[in-house]
């Protein structure tokens, strides 16, 4: 986001004297520029102004060869020798261009660098080093650390570099003591990205005199002239050529440029530019660059400058062919599709067949500006926001001038960007400027917007009138002609390809009049039905609360899955993507498929804990899957502008996918870990059931368990530790198990990880609403037995515990199975369950001969299954 100097902005607006960045902050964002962050100066002093008055070269046993210094750093710094006298500090430096006679900057004992680096003598190679000659990097000023900061290369002028006193505050030099503010601009606002319109904000905040400099500018440019046959006199010839537009829109409907020539490449950056550009954010390059950035930043206008001895006309913009790519600047090879917008030069007559550069995205390696370059073209464009858009993202290049063009630039900026660029090299770099540029402008006017008064009273609620109306939208910078009956004609700015309706502009003065004047109003709701949440709300947050209570945490997690999740998950590709719902422009390639299951997409926040050092990891949530019927009808396209029949919504309903509601949950780690007294125990298939049946009690479900045979077990899932959960009915709602050992590998989870998932659009309808009948407490003791039976291993604890039940009829008051057993002494293919069952009566104490009755009909019922009572 941009950084907002106040020493830049005084360039633009008139500001109080001793304004604060605190205070610039509260006004800008009163216009809806937020503050991001005041970043305050990492550095203090002392750090001055030194004179080098000798450096001794020593060579070391190492290779390297270090530099005694003695530096002038003034009366006020200088050390103090036996005799009193003041003399230079000795100082250590290594840097290959340290000499003597060079005024540097030093840091004082005492002075704090970039990442708490405190400065302090020290002794080294044999000597008491008093401070630090300092270089960009360890000043935060810029990457560069191959030398010492040299001033007389710093970018003063001859003058200003002979007024430099040694002692002189190089903090304040420098602006080394000076905070910036970063502001957060919003996507429609993209004038703001330069300091033309947030100083046209501020004005609008405060009422500080502004004046914009592009009119000025744009008087001054040379327009594009014609010879005595009528044809165009240009630097260079261009021409766009767009064969594929996007939405029917040509990727480039402006493109200015002019040349200069005799350029010095060796001019230095002038130092307040350099210093404004590193404030910014930016690293100061060369001056031809340093240049193209800093009219961006002030006007808002990308730029590109060319080597024009490099590049053959005619410059063609256009779109790339299948199988093309290009290098750009940051030597990272790309490959391009139709969609790209290029600039291209005609090398050998060959039609713009040469690739320059990604269009208002990033430049390619040939035709870019060296140290030898002498004769420069300097471009400035108006690229279609989508197209750049797209392209910035499609390549993973975003860059300050994609920032811009995907926000909307200024159209008629073009020629006053460029004019204030060359003006700046002629200024510095002692080149000379065409007065001959090319300029295809294919521009068209906004459109006026028909705007009437009162939609600012019935939108915004806020009684302001015309005048006052008139007067806002003229400062933004609109043509507003009419209003006798009520109703403007209103001509935005071209800066401004925001404003398309009469709701931008009842925007724009509801942001200028002030949010906070916007009355409060109540509306009155009258309550006709029921109020509050429905049942199945109700019961949505019941199953929330009840697996947060059991110890599991609640995530979200974007609902995209691919090839890699259905691989770990095991499942069938050629399967599934026939029956899920494909995205037309998925946001991440390798995923462009919505989930049917919750799991692969919650394994991956599971994932992202696990690499983080978090183990012992358990997580649920609650979300849609997309179930996509191959064989429902087309969903029809409707016109715009007019309201659908119940017909086409009928339509467009039965086209889309079923959106069931489902909860999944994922236990990995440990279960439990008292601590180094305690026991510890891995998570296991036992506490997914656990959840689901906490989950069953909360809602009355009477979920049960059906383990099918290992050969059916689903392939995600361990054949031995899985089950459905069914309804009562036998309606199946969902699994719980462990998952696959293979399955835990591919996604890095830990042994017996376990997992459920529940169709709640499924399991929640089936639910009775009828109100709970209580039951009189009985006053009866009770009589509490453990029965221990040995059953086939076919036989499940549900179905024994289910007999068990249709036994005691209403004499069991409750059942608990405590413990399974396998081995030896119950014989092989079989195992033994005991429950804790307890029996109460609700008309009398039950005597021995009662209870006796009861585990008659108890044994007899469970003989049925082939169960034994052990003794």
Aim: charged residues 25%; hydrophobic residues 40%.
């Amino acid at each position: 986001m941009p950084m907002i100097d106040i020493d830049w902005l005084k360039d633009h607006v008139e500001v109080p004297e001793g304004l604060t960045y605190e205070q610039l902050a509260k006004d800008l964002v009163r216009v809806g520029l937020e503050e991001e962050e005041i970043h305050q100066s990492q550095v203090t002093g002392p750090i001055v102004v030194g004179y080098v008055v000798d450096a001794t070269p020593e060579p070391q046993k190492n290779g390297k060869t270090i530099n005694w210094c003695h530096v002038d750093v003034g009366e006020q710094y200088n050390d103090v020798d036996e005799n009193g006298n003041k003399v230079p500090r000795g100082i250590i430096c290594g840097a290959p261009n340290m000499a003597a006679g060079e005024k540097v900057v030093v840091t004082l004992p005492g002075a704090v660098l970039p990442g708490d680096f405190k400065i302090e003598p020290r002794k080294t190679y044999g000597h008491i080093s008093d401070g630090m000659c300092a270089s960009e990097r360890e000043l935060g000023l810029g990457d560069s650390h191959d030398g010492i900061i040299l001033l007389r290369e710093y970018g003063f002028s001859k003058e200003e570099y002979d007024a430099l006193k040694p002692g002189d505050d190089a903090m304040e030099l420098l602006h080394l003591n000076n905070p910036v503010l970063e502001i957060n601009i919003t996507p429609d606002r993209g004038y703001a990205f330069s300091y033309r319109g947030v100083a046209r904000e501020y004005h609008n905040s405060t009422g500080a005199r502004y004046t914009d400099p592009v009119i000025a500018l744009n008087e001054k440019a040379p327009a594009e002239t014609k010879d005595a046959d009528g044809r165009a006199v240009r630097d260079v010839e261009v021409s766009i050529e767009d064969n594929n537009p996007i939405h029917g829109v040509v990727g480039c409907d402006r493109y200015y440029g002019r040349v200069v020539r005799g350029f010095n490449p060796n001019a230095p950056t002038p130092n307040w530019m350099r210093r404004r550009l590193i404030r910014a954010g930016m690293r100061s390059i060369s001056l031809a660059v340093d240049v193209t950035n800093y009219v961006m930043l002030d006007l808002g206008q990308p730029l590109h400058a060319y080597d024009l001895g490099k590049i053959e006309g005619p410059i063609v913009v256009r779109r790339a062919n299948e199988g093309e790519e290009l290098t750009t600047l940051d030597e990272k090879n790309h490959k391009l599709s139709p969609e790209d917008l290029l600039i291209t030069d005609s090398p050998n007559g060959e039609h713009g067949s040469r690739i320059l550069g990604l269009a208002g995205v990033m430049g390619g390696l040939y035709g870019e500006v060296t140290d030898e370059t002498t004769d420069l073209f300097i471009e400035a464009a108006h690229f279609d926001q989508v197209s750049i858009a797209r392209s910035a993202r499609r390549h993973k290049t975003p860059s300050e001038a994609s920032r811009r063009f995907e926000r909307g630039v200024d159209t008629q900026l073009q020629p006053a960007a460029v004019e204030k660029a060359v003006e700046l090299l002629i200024r510095y770099g002692a080149g000379e400027g065409s007065r001959t540029p090319v300029d295809v402008n294919n521009t068209t006017r906004p459109a006026d917007i028909r705007f009437k008064v009162s939609e600012v009273a019935r939108v915004a609620g806020l009684d302001t009138d015309a005048n006052t109306i008139s007067d806002i939208l003229t400062d933004i910078g609109c043509n507003v002609a009419g209003g006798g009956n009520g109703e403007f004609s209103v001509a935005p700015p071209t800066w401004r390809p925001d404003l398309t309706a009469p709701c931008d502009l009842v925007e724009e003065v509801a942001r200028l009049v002030g949010y906070d004047e916007i009355p409060v109003t109540v509306p009155a709701v009258p309550v006709t039905g029921v109020t509050g949440l429905t049942l199945e709300q109700q019961r949505r947050r019941w199953i929330a609360d009840t697996l947060a209570q059991y110890g599991l945490v609640e995530t979200l997690s974007y609902p995209f899955v691919g090839d890699a999740d259905y691989k770990a998950f095991a499942i069938d590709t050629k399967a599934i993507k026939p029956i899920s719902v494909e995205i037309a422009n998925p946001l991440a390639g390798d995923r462009p498929f919505l989930r049917r299951s919750l799991l692969p997409t919650l394994a991956r926040t599971v994932q992202r804990n696990i690499r983080r050092g978090l183990s012992d990891v358990s997580l649920y949530e609650i979300g849609h899957v997309f179930l996509w019927d191959p064989d429902a009808p087309a969903i029809p396209a409707l016109p715009g502008g007019v309201k659908p029949t119940k017909e086409q919504l009928a339509a467009l309903d039965a086209g889309l996918p079923e959106q069931p509601q489902h909860v999944a949950a994922i236990l990995t780690g440990k279960a439990e870990d008292s601590g180094w007294l305690g026991e510890s125990r891995d998570v296991d298939w036992s506490d997914a059931v656990e959840a689901v049946l906490r989950v069953s009690e909360r809602l009355g479900a009477g979920l049960r368990l059906d383990q099918p045979a290992a050969a059916d077990v689903p392939a995600t899932w361990h054949p031995g530790r899985f089950a459905y959960v069914v309804l009562p009915d036998g309606t199946k709602v969902g699994m719980v198990g462990e998952f696959h050992p293979h399955v835990n590998e591919a996604l890095g989870f830990p042994e017996h990880s376990a997992a459920f998932e529940l169709d709640l659009s499924a399991l929640l309808p089936a639910l009775d609403d009828k109100p709970v009948q209580a039951k009189p407490i009985a006053t009866f003791p009770p009589v509490r037995q453990d029965l221990a039976f040995t059953v086939p291993a076919t036989v499940t604890a549900q179905q024994l515990s289910d007999a068990i039940r249709e036994a005691a009829g209403s004499s069991l008051e409750s059942i608990e199975l405590f413990d399974v057993f396998t081995g030896d002494q119950v014989g092989e293919g079989a195992k033994s369950l005991a429950f804790a069952v307890t029996f109460r009566s609700p008309v009398k104490t039950l005597e021995s001969a009662d209870s006796e009755a009861i585990r008659k009909a108890i044994v007899e019922k469970t003989s049925e299954l082939g169960a034994q009572l052990r003794a």
